[in-house]
């Protein structure tokens, strides 16, 4: 068992910066990857940020280099989102994945998702 919540959102004028938490709760050790996706109305959904279990992470071509994605006390995990432009505007949502040997189980959780605005 799995939970997200996401937290961090605003609004923010183009070229500033906000950093957005995704906070896990539950069995945390059973995580494999981390993600962040956004979404805005009319559009697919899009997959800006992931880290895995090893550190790895990896960035949407439209944020590379102005995002930053890093985990904290294993169920903390962070998108630093620097020099922001209007078309970031989306609701931002944070996703994982997760493999439970013990009971066992998998499957992937959503969190409920934080809004970000950025006006020009």
Not at 64 to 67: E, L, N, S, V
């Given at each position: 068992q799995v939970q997200l919540v996401e937290s961090g959102g605003g609004l923010v004028h183009a070229g500033?910066?906000?950093t957005l938490t995704c906070a896990a709760s539950?069995?945390?050790s059973t995580i494999n990857t981390v993600d962040w996706y956004r979404q805005t109305p009319g559009k697919e959904r899009e997959l800006v940020a992931s880290i895995n279990r090893?550190?790895?992470t990896r960035f949407a071509d439209s944020v590379?280099?102005?995002?930053a994605i890093s985990r904290e006390n294993a169920g903390m995990v962070f998108l630093q989102m620097n020099r922001l432009r209007p078309e970031d505007t989306a609701m931002y949502y944070c996703s994982a994945d997760y493999t439970n040997v013990v009971i066992p189980?998998?499957?992937r959780v959503w969190g409920q998702g934080?809004?970000?605005t950025v006006s020009s």
């Open positions: 500033e910066s906000l539950g069995s945390i090893g550190g790895s590379k280099g102005r995002f189980e998998v499957g934080t809004q970000v």
